[in-house]
């Protein structure tokens, strides 16, 4: 197969927003006992759904401006263009800010190049539409890698203990493994 495109996944993929959920919530222990394989954090700490994201929510912009990008980031990104060019696909959640503070992260994280902001990024939940021969998706949520998969692109679970892929001990090198093979 040849890659033509390389969609990587923000929250759970570069960004801890796992943890910082958790500290919103004063539940920072919560991930020393995570049930391995279970996605759905209100579940995991024992409240609603409205309840969870009204915490985050209440953050604004800076909750997810703010998210601390994941130690293996730089050597993600290395791996990946070697394979082809890439985007961010990041879907947000329903409170307008989280798109804005998304943008900033990114602005943030990536170095301007050539004088202009780093903009290669697209926001929304509904990644399948982008999927093509050729088009490959890397993302901690088995729900987007199945939907990506069925629509006819190729994706990586990237590997993290709220999914099925939570035995992996190194993600990088499962991601880049995962690469080598569909080349």
């Known amino acids: 197969m040849s890659i033509k495109h390389i969609f990587l996944d923000m929250d759970g993929v570069l960004t801890d927003f796992v943890s910082a959920a958790l500290r919103v919530h004063d539940r920072n222990e919560a991930l020393d006992a995570w049930p391995p394989g279970e996605r759905d954090i209100p579940k995991v700490l024992g409240i609603s759904r409205g309840e969870y ?7 604004g912009v800076d909750f997810w401006s703010q998210l601390e990008a994941y130690s293996w980031v730089p050597l993600l990104i290395d791996e990946v263009q070697q394979f082809a060019p890439w985007s961010i696909l990041t879907a947000p959640s329903l409170a307008p800010h989280s798109s804005q503070g998304k943008i900033i992260w990114l602005r943030n994280y990536f170095p301007k190049v050539k004088g202009r902001a780093f903009s290669d990024f697209l926001i929304g939940n509904q990644k399948h539409l982008l999927a093509q021969p050729g088009h490959i998706l ?3 949520a088995e729900a987007n890698v199945d939907a990506f998969q069925a629509a006819g692109g190729h ?10 892929n939570y035995q992996v001990e190194n993600p990088v090198a499962y991601v880049r493994e995962q690469l080598e093979a569909m080349v």
Not at 53 to 58: G, H, L, P, S, V
Not at 155 to 164: E, K, Y
């Open 155 to 164: 994706a990586i679970l990237f590997p993290a203990i709220w999914n099925r």
């Open 53 to 59: 994201w009204r915490k985050i929510d209440a953050q």
């Open 138 to 140: 890397i993302d901690d």
